[in-house]
């Protein structure tokens, strides 16, 4: 698949059958979960925001994708809430599964590819009262519950994502101590933790293909663009790439085997350095988002290169930007578009583009304040509303590329 310019010569057209949409994820637009870490996080008081309804998708979801397929989207990344499915150890909630089938359903009646997302970094609590992912039993479990999905759904189901993020999972719950399970520079669990996944996509994705042999199976890696501070520093350069090593390589190096495709979740541009800390972020020139994160679109162009080597076909399953005034989010999404393209002319094997979010949402420990939406979500009454970027958006799936009238933007 090759992106090419229009008869024009100025748009810039994306490969046939590019799949556009946006991605969700369930805890963070459904709410409303009495069985998992996250809601006990939240009443317990271990985090500052409590999620509630979220953004009430659970019942909201015909009207939610009704607008996304007025905003021309031909593809769907969400997740299926395990600690829905099973509420106890075992034991499958049928009203539940019967549940996600309307969800799926829906979307394929409309037309659109489904990715779902089996695990979003929540847990069931009696997955947690075993030791959740520390337990090398974790590795039967999730596989357990990926079969009995496919069982159930795989029909439906275009493309399965097994995991998000596990580096960022891992970070965030055994390093900062900011998520559950709350340890602070745990490094023996981090490493069981990292291990344990790694081993639970593979078992989980063997287990998929015995019972459905042609199931698309992949992980959804947050993917950092490393440089070096100093490229002229060969210490620089040497943490540079050992630091893409050890976050963006070395889980994807251990699934490669059974893995189909490699979703990438692009937010991140840092550069590296010996002093006055090894890690550090660069914001030199840069723009910001409300949270603070440096916009550098030509990160997702390098770190597509650096994917492709695993010779998978790529779909870019999370990009965007916290923007509640929506004056950066068009720039933003034409930036890291263009750099998409670019990187498809150099024979990068990218299929699809996910803008992260559908619609404003709960932002984990941040809460509701960080709005990342195409649609804009009115928390008092539950209204959505288009913000002016997501008419942009719309235009580009329409024309499967950007338009001559984008490019000037």
């Known amino acids: 698949m090759i992106a090419k310019r229009d008869e024009e010569g100025e748009s810039l057209q994306f490969p046939k059958g590019f799949l556009w949409g946006a991605a969700t994820s369930s805890h963070q637009v459904e709410g409303d979960n009495f069985h998992n870490d996250w809601w006990q996080a939240e009443q317990e008081g271990k985090v500052p925001f409590k999620s509630g309804k979220a953004c009430n998708h659970y019942e909201l979801f015909e009207e939610d994708f009704a607008l996304a397929e007025k905003m021309n989207h031909n593809a769907h990344r969400f997740s299926i809430e395990w600690s829905r499915i099973e509420p106890e150890e075992g034991t499958w909630n049928m009203r539940e599964v019967h549940h996600y089938r309307r969800v ?51 029909e439906l189901i275009d493309f399965c994502i097994t995991i998000n993020e596990p580096l960022p999972y891992i970070a965030m719950g055994y390093r900062e101590g900011l998520w559950p399970p709350f340890r602070r520079s745990d490094y023996i669990s981090a490493f069981k933790v990292f291990n ?33 501070r100093h490229r ?74 650096k994917a492709c080597h695993y010779g998978k076909p790529l779909f870019v399953t999370e990009n965007g930007i916290a923007d509640a005034k929506d004056e950066k989010r068009v720039n933003f999404i034409l930036g890291h578009l263009r750099y998409v393209y670019q990187a498809i002319q ?36 539950m209204k959505r509303i288009f913000r002016p970027s997501s008419k942009v958006f719309s235009e580009i799936c329409k024309r499967n590329g950007i338009p001559p009238t984008l490019m000037k933007i």
């Open 104 to 154: 799926l359903q829906r979307l394929k009646d409309k037309g659109f590819k489904t990715f779902v997302t089996l695990h979003h970094f929540t847990n069931p609590l009696w997955f947690v009262s075993r030791g959740g992912w520390e337990n090398k039993q974790a590795i039967f479990y999730f596989s357990r519950f990926a079969r009995f999905i496919y069982e159930q759904l795989g």
């Open 346 to 381: 150099e024979g990068v094997d990218v299929r699809g583009y996910f803008y992260w979010s559908l619609m404003d949402n709960f932002e984990w420990a941040d809460g509701f304040w960080p709005r990342f939406g195409l649609l804009e979500v009115d928390y008092k009454t």
């Open 196 to 228: 344990n996944m790694v081993l639970a996509h593979n078992q989980a994705s063997k287990s998929i293909k015995l019972f459905n042999p042609k199931a698309k199976i992949g992980i959804a890696a947050n993917l950092i663009d490393f440089q070096p």
């Open 232 to 305: 002229w520093n060969p210490i620089d350069r040497l943490i540079s790439f050992l630091t893409d090593y050890f976050w963006n390589r070395l889980f994807l190096d251990r699934i490669t085997k059974n893995t189909d495709f490699i979703g990438v979740n692009y937010y991140f541009h840092h550069h590296v350095h010996t002093a006055p800390f090894i890690f550090g972020k660069s914001h030199s020139g840069h723009e910001f988002s409300d949270m603070g994160w440096g916009i550098h679109p030509e990160g997702l162009y390098f770190v597509l290169k």
